[in-house]
């Protein structure tokens, strides 16, 4: 569910129409900050910042229910005159206080975030979604320095076909997960184009659905 697909409603504020639309069914949260943080809601500074307190606190509770993607877009490209840098200074802030346990990416370009979704898509869901939910973390999130790869590799995350498959098995599973990841970024980039806004929900089945939360103007 795009910007587009949410439906006019009333509540105790804007935000809170759309949290009650969206709810908790999706299986992927993909959140994007620009040079903008955005319009402070009653909750927290800004819509996207609330939906992302949203899906890190039901990971914290429920692990195996979501998982988590967040993207920074470089200010460099942004005439001087048109940045705000008290939002400019918000969005840093934002970066600092969840570095300690979000291991987010950094993009300059639509084509250079469409890839690494794609990328990351593919690599989260080939070694962390199994029988339909999501495998859950051994130990507490901390922070890792090293950027996350660029590309899948064959088989599991090591390379290897998993026991019990044929090499034919494994290949018929990469492929029916690129297919469907690739549905995925489909939709991704006809929102990016039709000017993505905030908080959103689309359906597939593997994951079933994918959350996003994006905020490059503002709300």
Not at 68 to 84: H, R, T
Not at 101 to 122: G, I, M, P
Not at 172 to 177: A, D, I, L, N, V
Request: proline content about 5%.
């Amino acid at each position: 569910m795009g910007w587009g697909s949410l439906v006019p409603g009333v509540g105790p504020d804007a935000q809170a129409v759309i949290n009650n639309q969206v709810g908790e069914d999706y299986d992927i949260y993909i959140g994007i900050l620009g040079h903008r943080f955005g319009t402070q809601t009653p909750r927290a500074g800004s819509g996207t910042e609330e939906e992302f307190e949203r899906a890190y606190q039901r990971w914290r509770n429920v692990p195996d229910t979501v998982r988590i993607l967040f993207y920074f877009k470089s200010a460099s490209d942004v005439p001087l005159q048109e940045l705000d840098l008290a939002q400019l200074g918000k969005v840093q802030e934002f970066r600092r206080r969840i570095s300690p346990q979000v291991l987010y990416s950094n993009f300059k370009t639509a084509d250079d975030f469409l890839k690494q979704v794609r990328d990351h898509l593919w690599q989260l869901i080939i070694r962390e979604w199994k029988a339909g939910r999501w495998t859950v973390p051994t130990s507490a999130p901390v922070k890792i320095e090293a950027q996350l790869p660029s590309s899948l590799s064959d088989g599991d995350s090591t390379g290897q076909k998993r026991p019990g498959e044929t090499i034919s098995e494994s290949e018929g599973k990469r492929k029916k997960t690129r297919q469907e990841c690739s549905m995925q970024l489909s939709k991704l980039r006809n929102l990016w184009t039709q000017g993505w806004q905030p908080s959103a929900a689309s359906r597939s089945s593997m994951p079933k659905t994918i959350a996003n939360s994006k905020n490059m103007r503002r709300r």
